[in-house]
């Protein structure tokens, strides 16, 4: 069962700012890509959010000059004259008021728009990436862990998420506004711009200088923090273990040992953020006493007509400056981190699907007198191959009957490695056919030719007569039933799981499949009966149950042939005699696959093919196999021969 | 629950303490800068007063400079006080972890314990440096500014106040509405990844069915829910920014008309308005800081929660007073035994055992799936205690003897038993009570050699390259089942137990192996009991008795051929068997090594 840890809540994202850059092979390309994707399908969005960055940036601009007009046009003016007018001043508020109003206004509308920008293309990338995942090849899955495939949803799309909603837009406001607060500074006064950017220059030294402290303790403190996790999961996997071997002294030693180098790195990585604020800021306070004691000066001296009100306005300036200046720093690694995540989001995205060249396809049919086939719009329960042919331009029908031939199959997951050599069966419509053998001589690997998962490197194989590749993937396995060793349950109710296999069934058929399967007295006795909901991987059901479900769901798509991949493996013998009534009645008038290692389950199968390294070593029934005195003898009687 | 959380402080409280000091001194400095600006301006510019101008100057740098000791001071004690204090809460939690009984265990769940160990105390550490350096900061840099700013002018300082109230009930309310918002959002997003993962496990399933189209429009659907709902949290976010600037443009505004009359009528000077300005967005930011910190507290406060309970959970078994430290003999007692794992479960899982076994039998217990079979035996090491009746040892109830005592005398190879990272030595000392990673002497050396022969090991070991001294991985990932069950028995063996249980520990070892490790038994450790369950009747059939378990209670006890007359369950079990072999499993061992 998938392990279902809590999400971890992420804060602190200057830590994660802080980290090492991961190193990118085009960063540009991914960058355009990101950008494509997440605002390419909202121009218009972005249109207007851009002027409403714009427009509001300009408008604080102009609220903080408002101050030299205040100081210098009315209020320096009008000190010591006996009837002060206030007209002048009251309606360049109001007006200053209308600036800001539309300020506000244009935040809130660009944040806003934001929001259907960011969740939309977020959704969208969501999507297509599910898509895209789903029409990957089996081999895709079998060669990737799990883990890293849902951590491209859970933590790679959760930081792009944070990009495109957040940083992408503070980054552009960010810019904005240190370039219209540079132009109106130096409208001010140039030297105390220079002072100004002087200042800003030694505050990017000082935070690069901590950065590159400071990362190396990160590097430190994460591998550490990976060691300790590491030894938490296995003692705490162990813990049984533990008790049963009164070793709780020894595993709080070693744990104590970790857990004390962990403190040391994490205390200095954290030391080195949390200075970054405190020399910032002062960094800044003195830039702005700076500024203050020149500005002054130049107020006294009215240097290239600089006064009382432009100093103020300066002041503010020169605060209001240093914050976008920090954050575009920072952002700019939070954009270098997210565009990792977002080159693995593009490269699952960019994976090749499952290709299917195949034209033959599954149709319903309906049989006349003469045993001619035609095609029908409803469901006859009657299905056939519509098989066109190019040279001649016709069309045959050819009744689906679930009969296998494999000719001379040979098979790699790799050219250059083959598995499995000169496989020859011949299974007709309702025959049992046993696969046995030591693991990983190949049974699975067969059953896995025939729905194609994976295709052969040479040989044939042929399905009521048709070479399977020509046969439309989805059409091949809709003709195929499988029962696998895992049963792989979804989220949802007992019915939903059952129907699964036929997504157009009645309740009525539901609960006859179940039944077929024995499982309707179990589901009978849940408190909801077949509207129970089933979490997970169905790990409210015990393992039988579980296994019970999925035979009723293969039933339910009742399929000309099935594939029972240990299905019954892990169910005791008592509770498999159950299910073996609801199996036979399963397997009844089907062409059946059948790997177990029960004999039990395989002894009263037509053929029955022993594996070993790849080739079929003996076939022949239970009887046939136990004359020859070979492998299969030796393992049915347990004369281990030497391996 | 803090009250709790705070006391595993221990030795860095006084780092904590010191920080908030810092904090503030910090905010001092920050507070009388602008006040400093404000005489710059009227006493220097308006008077022409250069030298004044560069003392309040070199004042102010002065102020800097102290702001950035104190904030220096205070990040360095933050950072230690914090991460101290995760440390102290992972060995707390963990000590306490040791002490628990399996049914604590259970009640936590592997990957629950986990992940309490591990984000929880991650989110916790950064909530609390947080909460030091900034939870004292902000309110009195709100205070102080707001002290300085009725200073300098009451009746402006008492639009800010207005403001101050008016805001924090606004961004309050917006934050709490969001926030209930996001927690469903992200409830929804676990649900998403759910989904996912289940696609990811289940492809096979999915792609043999063909119901890609099917799942694709599952998560189309789950995906508009997620948008639907993180554009509705979003949106009362999004208000914040524009009710902030509102409120500070008012000020500003409202400060500029006012203020401007004041200092027509001399009763405010240029440079009060300035500092007066500076102040209006010292107050306005901190509020907003303040929400903030609110947002993370809460949102840390359910891993606070789950800590807690770690820290609070007391174990269900504890060594008695003045325990028994002696086991006399391998024989077992049961006595009318009632169990459930549950107390306010309504059907026990044992019910009504009564058995008693000698010391140096053999044991067969069968039964099928969830029928109590290992429930009873982790009864006999106490490993969970009966609710009802008695379960001796040596003729001594369980319950008297010491923990270690017992254990060490009684020795289970668990169903589900694990090898931990080390060397084959090093997994194996854990039977000798040795740490690993200390020096193990030539005569344990040779101990451990025997065991393993015993258990059949010494043949797969013999054939790896660095023999005994092969390195496990994580998990035991690098050996087979077989190989895994087998090391597992060796490392019970070297307890030299006097009474052995196998719970289902030879499932993967094939028949004639498992054959060959029960005559070991039977020849080398004859005088120990020995229990074994297991679901193949070859492995059981030649016991002095078998046990028949069946849903809680004993089915029948007695001999192969006893049982077999006797018995429908038992006989049921040995036809469905008869002349069963596993095909799969002989092959294992050649494919581990090939």
């Known amino acids: ?643 | 629950m803090f009250r709790k959380l705070l006391s595993k402080l221990g030795e860095y409280k006084k780092f904590a303490l010191i920080t908030p000091v810092c904090m503030i001194l910090e905010v001092i400095a920050e507070t009388i800068t602008p006040r400093l600006m404000g005489l710059l301006v009227d006493n220097g510019v308006e008077k022409g007063d250069i030298s004044y101008i560069i003392r309040v100057g070199i004042m102010m740098l002065f102020c800097a400079l102290f702001g950035l000791a104190a904030g220096l001071a205070g990040g360095f004690s933050a950072a230690k006080a914090s991460t101290g204090f995760a440390r102290n809460l992972r060995k707390a939690m963990y000590g306490n972890i040791q002490t628990f009984s399996f049914s604590n265990i259970d009640r936590f769940s592997t990957a629950g314990l986990i992940t309490r160990l591990t984000t929880d105390v991650t989110n916790v550490q950064n909530a609390f440096q947080m909460v030091i350096r900034m939870s004292f900061r902000a309110p009195f840099s709100l205070i102080f500014a707001m002290t300085a700013a009725f200073l300098v002018s009451a009746r402006i300082a008492r639009v800010y106040l207005i403001a101050v109230v008016i805001l924090a009930v606004i961004i309050v309310t917006i934050m709490l509405s969001a926030m209930k918002s996001f927690r469903q959002v992200f409830k929804k997003y676990d649900e998403l990844n759910a989904t996912v993962q289940e696609n990811v496990n289940a492809i096979r399933v999915v792609k043999a069915y063909v119901r890609e189209d099917h799942e694709k429009s599952r998560m189309y659907k789950a995906c508009e829910n997620i948008y639907k709902l993180f554009v509705n949290a979003e949106s009362k976010v999004v208000l914040n920014g524009p009710v902030m600037m509102t409120a500070v443009y008012t000020c500003i505004l409202v400060i500029s008309w006012v203020g401007a009359h004041m200092i027509v009528s001399d009763e405010l000077t240029t440079g009060d308005l300035m500092t007066l300005l500076t102040y209006c967005m010292n107050i306005l930011m901190n509020l907003m800081m303040l929400s903030m910190i609110f947002v993370m507290v809460s949102i840390s406060m359910a891993s606070g929660e789950r800590i807690v309970e770690v820290l609070d959970e007391t174990p269900d078994i504890v060594n008695p007073e003045n325990p028994v430290t002696k086991v006399r003999d391998g024989s077992i007692e049961f006595e009318d035994v009632d169990f459930s794992y549950y107390k306010e479960s309504e059907a026990p899982v044992l019910k009504d055992i009564t058995l008693k076994i000698k010391s140096g039998e053999t044991i067969g217990i069968i039964g099928g799936t969830g029928s109590g079979k290992t429930t009873l035996v982790n009864l006999i090491c106490r490993l969970y205690d009966v609710m009802q009746g008695k379960v001796k040892v040596g003729g001594v109830d369980v319950r008297k003897y010491d923990l270690e005592t017992l254990r060490d005398n009684v020795a289970v190879v668990l169903q589900k038993n694990v090898l931990f990272s080390g060397t084959i030595y090093e997994n194996l000392m854990w039977g000798l009570g040795k740490k690993a990673g200390s020096e193990i002497t030539e005569e344990e050396k040779e101990e451990c050699r025997r065991a393993c022969r015993l258990a059949c090991a010494d043949e797969f070991i013999e054939k790896m390259p660095d023999k005994y001294d092969t390195y496990i991985e994580q998990g035991g990932t690098n050996v087979s089942g077989g190989q895994k069950q087998r090391l597992c028995i060796a490392r019970a063996l070297l307890k030299k137990p006097k009474i052995l249980i196998l719970d289902d520990s030879t499932s993967a070892v094939d028949t004639a192996t498992d054959a060959k490790i029960r005559r070991a038994f039977y020849e080398e450790i004859p005088d120990t009991t020995r229990i074994i369950i297991a679901q193949r009747v070859s492995s059981i059939m030649d016991a002095d008795r078998i046990i028949v378990m069946d849903d809680g209670r004993i089915d029948g006890i007695g001999t192969h051929e006893e049982l077999l007359n006797n018995n429908d369950i038992y006989q049921d079990v040995y036809e469905s068997q008869m002349g069963e072999r596993d095909f799969d499993r002989p092959g294992t061992e050649v494919i581990a090594y090939a």
């Open chain 1, 1 to 643: 069962m998938p392990e279902q840890r809590p999400r971890e809540i992420k804060m602190g994202r200057g830590a994660r700012a802080m980290g090492p850059r991961p190193k990118l092979e085009n960063p540009g390309k991914i960058f355009k890509r990101l950008c494509s994707v997440s605002f390419g399908h909202y121009k218009i969005h972005m249109l207007f959010v851009c002027i409403g960055i714009v427009l509001s940036v300009l408008c604080t601009v102009r609220g903080t000059l408002f101050m030299k007009d205040l100081v210098d046009l009315y209020i320096l003016p009008m000190i010591g004259k006996s009837s002060p007018d206030f007209e002048a001043l009251k309606k360049a508020i109001i007006d200053i008021a209308i600036v800001l109003v539309v300020g506000i206004l244009s935040t809130f509308m660009y944040n806003k728009l934001m929001i259907y920008v960011s969740q939309g293309s977020l959704k969208r990338i969501r999507t297509t990436l599910f898509e895209k995942m789903e029409n990957l090849p089996i081999s895709y899955f079998d060669t990737h862990s799990h883990g890293d495939i849902m951590s491209v949803y859970t933590n790679d799309v959760d930081t792009m998420r944070q990009v495109i909603s957040q940083t992408m837009p503070q980054l552009l406001n960010s810019v904005i506004t240190v370039v219209s607060i540079l132009i109106s500074m130096i409208a001010l006064s140039f030297p105390l711009t220079l002072v100004t950017l002087s200042m800003v220059g030694v505050m990017l030294l000082a935070s690069k200088a901590v950065v590159k402290k400071s990362s190396s303790f990160f590097v430190k403190q994460q591998s550490e923090l990976g060691a300790l996790n590491g030894y938490i999961e296995e003692m705490i996997e162990g813990q049984k273990v533990i008790k049963v071997f009164c070793h709780e002294k020894q595993a709080l030693g070693d744990f104590d040992g970790l857990n004390d180098k962990l403190f040391i790195s994490a205390n200095n990585a954290n030391k080195y953020v949390n200075v970054m604020g405190p020399i910032n800021a002062q960094l800044g306070n003195v830039s702005y006493v700076l500024v203050a004691i020149v500005g002054a000066i130049f107020a006294i001296k009215n240097v290239l007509g600089f006064t009382l009100g432009s100093l103020a306005s300066f002041l503010t300036f020169n605060r209001n400056l240093n914050m976008p200046i920090n954050q575009i720093s920072q952002q700019f690694n939070t954009v270098v981190m997210a565009l990792a995540g977002a080159d693995r989001v593009f490269k699952l995205m960019d994976e090749e699907p499952e290709v299917d060249e195949g034209y033959v396809t599954l149709v319903n049919a309906v049989k006349d007198e003469q045993g001619n086939l035609t095609e029908s719009e409803s469901r006859t329960g009657l299905w056939a191959w519509k098989h066109y042919h190019k040279a001649d331009d016709t069309t045959t029908y050819v009744e689906l009957k679930g009969d296998v031939v494999f000719n001379d199959v040979d098979f790699g997951y790799t050219d250059e490695k083959i598995v499995l050599h000169n496989i020859d069966i011949s299974a007709t419509p309702g025959m049992k056919i046993a696969f046995v053998g030591s693991t990983g001589a190949g049974k699975t690997t067969i059953t896995n030719l025939i729905n194609r998962f994976y295709d052969i490197q040479d040989g044939k194989i042929r399905y009521d007569g048709i070479n399977i590749n020509k046969i439309k993937k989805a059409d091949l396995r809709r003709s195929l039933g499988i029962v696998l060793q895992d049963t792989h349950l979804f989220t949802g109710t007992i019915k939903e799981n059952i129907r699964y296999g036929r997504l157009d069934a009645t309740d009525e058929e539901v609960i006859a499949a179940a039944k077929l399967a024995n499982a309707h007295s179990f589901i009978r006795h849940l408190p909801k009966g077949y509207d129970t909901v089933i979490t997970g991987d169905g790990g409210s059901l015990s393992q039988g149950q579980r296994q019970l479900l999925s035979i009723a769901r293969a039933a339910i798509a009742d399929p000309p042939v099935l594939i029972l991949d240990e299905a019954t493996s892990s169910i005791d013998t008592r509770t498999e005699k159950l299910i073996q009534q609801g199996m036979d009645k399963l397997m009844k008038g089907r062409t059946t696959f059948v790997i177990a290692h029960r004999l039990s389950t395989i002894k009263n199968s037509d053929c029955i093919m022993v594996l070993e390294q790849g080739r079929i070593i003996e076939r022949g029934t239970h009887e046939q196999l136990l004359e020859q005195k070979g492998r299969y003898y030796h393992l049915y009687t347990g004369n281990q021969i030497a391996s």
